[in-house]
């Protein structure tokens, strides 16, 4: 078998996603929301930015309205097939900006590196980058790493006690923040496994050739702050930290998106 032919399997094997907006009209923007959530999470943004582009907001593999066989194993590259696919049924035309949170954004930053001349504008919202250790100077932020890599493998650990409090947590939430279930353990557990826990975010930064913007709040709670500082030093970089704002896509983070949008 080629290396096309075997490009062409993958690809029909992993399914298109579900638009959940599309609405809107002039230069597009497409959403991508975080890990164990769903474009209802966009909520805040949509209003502010729709009056003047075309807002597409889809489900990501396994979230949502986005449903996924037993054979796939939720990596990057399969979120990635899947988003590609789903963008090339819509028919755009000309480059669009891509926003993504969370895993969103590492699932936007490997999307923008591999299909650079589709993508003209590239928007990282509170992106989990964490980097090898030894990568990081500061002994705060190695600690830090490691602490949130070994607190994700536990929760990969504990399937039944995370779906049954999964709807306590909820009810304090933003809607469409948090959404954890039987139906999408695996898409939540996976991709925590094989797109958050190791990941080359760093690596695809640096060969995506549009503009990037990079916004996170100065709560965040899964930020390493010296991840992100690495990241300024990229030429077509732009860092903004937004004062007092957390990891959840609240009105102050997405007014400051909306900004960047203008």
């Known amino acids: ?14 399914p298109a996603l579900h638009v959940a907006v599309d609405m809107g009209e002039g230069p597009v923007v497409v959403l991508l929301h ?5 474009s209802a999470s966009w909520r805040h943004l949509v209003p502010l930015v729709s009056p003047l582009y075309r807002v597409i907001a889809i489900d990501l593999l396994g979230f949502g309205g986005s449903r996924a066989g037993e054979h796939i194993r939720f990596t ?7 988003l590609h696919k789903t963008l090339r049924a819509l028919h755009l ?53 490691g602490g949130y890599l070994w607190f994700y493998r536990l929760v990969r650990d504990n399937r039944l006690t995370i779906v049954n409090n999964a709807g306590r947590f ?7 923040a948090l959404a954890i279930d039987d139906a999408s353990w695996q898409a939540f557990s996976r991709s925590l496994e094989h797109c958050i826990e190791v990941q080359t975010t760093t690596t695809d930064l640096a060969q995506v050739r549009a503009p990037v913007d990079v916004v996170w709040g100065s709560r965040d709670q899964v930020i390493v702050p010296g991840s992100l500082e690495r990241f ?17 896509l609240r009105l102050p983070v997405s007014r400051e998106v909306a900004r960047l949008l203008r």
């Open 34 to 38: 975080g890990i164990a959530s769903s």
């Open 1 to 14: 078998m080629s290396l096309f032919e075997r490009v062409g399997r993958r690809q029909a094997e992993v």
């Open 170 to 176: 909820s009810r304090w939430m933003p809607g469409g």
């Open 76 to 82: 990057l590259d399969e979120h990635v097939e899947a």
């Open 232 to 248: 300024g030093s990229m030429h077509h970089v732009t860092l903004h930290e937004i004062p007092r704002a957390d990891h959840l």
């Open 93 to 145: 035309r000309g480059r669009f900006t891509l926003v993504g949170h969370s895993l969103g954004a590492l699932v936007s930053a490997r999307y923008a590196a591999v299909h650079h001349r589709q993508v003209g504008h590239l928007v990282l919202v509170a992106p989990p980058v964490y980097p090898h250790r030894r990568y990081l100077d500061a002994l705060g932020h190695r600690m830090r790493v």
